[in-house]
C-alpha cells in the first residue's frame, strides 16, 4: 500500500489566519481526498483532488474556505482559510491505487487548533 | 447513496473474551467494505476490506467480519479481547471512490 507523509502534525493558530496541511505520497496517485474529523465525530469527505482539474468538493465545503492544489500525482495541499474556532479538527488526506486491493490509506492526520 | 449506520456507540468487553461491532450499510450498488481502526492520537489503520470476494473475511490482529447481503450487514467480531485492542472502529461503505463513515464505536477493554 501507499506511505503518506501529512504535514504539520498539529497546530495551534489565530481565528483569521489560513492553514496550509500537505501530504506527500510514495507512489503515483490519481485521486487525493481530504476529510475532516471535527472532536469526537467520524470523518466527513471535504473534497477529491483530482491531479490537473479543480478539486471536487462535497456538500457543505466550499473552494474559498478549503482551496486545494494538486500540482502532481504524487502531492496535494488544503489550506484552511480565514479560521475560527469551529474549524478546530483532524484534517487527514487518504488515496486509493486501483488494483492493489481496494484499500485505503490515510495519512497521520494534521490537528488543528484555532484560538 | 450510501451510508452506514454502527449500531452501538460504545462495547465494553472484559479482556479474554469475545468483541462485536455491529454495522449495518445501504448502497444502492454491490459495495466495497471496510474496518478501520483509530487508536488515541493515531492515525486510521485498516483491519480487513471485503470487496466482492469471500463473504467471511479475515483482517489483522485476530479480526474478523462477515458479508450479509440479505441482512445488509457487515458486523465485525474478535474471539478474544485485548488490552491492546482499545479505540475507536469505524465502519466504512463505498461503491464508486467516495468513502461513507459510520459513527464509530469507541472499545473498552476491562482488565
Known sequence: ?115 | AQSVTQLDSHVSVSEGTPVLLRCNYSSSYSPSLFWYVQHPNKGLQLLLKYTSAATLVKGINGFEAEFKKSETSFHLTKPSAHMSDAAEYFCVVTNDYKLSFGAGTTVTVRA
Not at chain 1, 17 to 36: A, E, G, N, P
Not at chain 1, 52 to 68: L, M, Q, R, W
Not at chain 1, 74 to 102: A, R
Request: proline content about 5%.
Open chain 1, 1 to 115: 500500500s501507499a506511505v503518506i507523509s501529512q504535514k504539520p502534525s498539529r497546530d495551534i493558530c489565530q481565528r483569521g489566519t489560513s492553514l496550509t496541511i500537505q501530504c506527500q505520497v510514495d507512489s503515483q496517485v490519481t485521486m487525493m481526498f481530504w476529510y475532516r474529523q471535527q472532536p469526537g465525530q467520524s470523518l466527513t469527505l471535504i473534497a477529491t483532488a483530482n491531479q490537473g482539474s479543480e478539486a471536487t468538493y462535497e456538500s457543505g465545503f466550499v473552494i474559498d474556505k478549503f482551496p486545494i492544489s494538486r500540482p502532481n500525482l504524487t502531492f496535494s495541499t488544503l489550506t484552511v482559510s480565514n479560521m475560527s474556532p469551529e474549524d478546530s479538527s483532524i484534517y487527514l488526506c487518504s488515496v486509493t491505487i486501483p488494483g492493489k486491493g481496494g484499500g485505503y490509506t490515510f495519512g497521520s492526520g494534521t490537528r488543528l487548533t484555532v484560538v
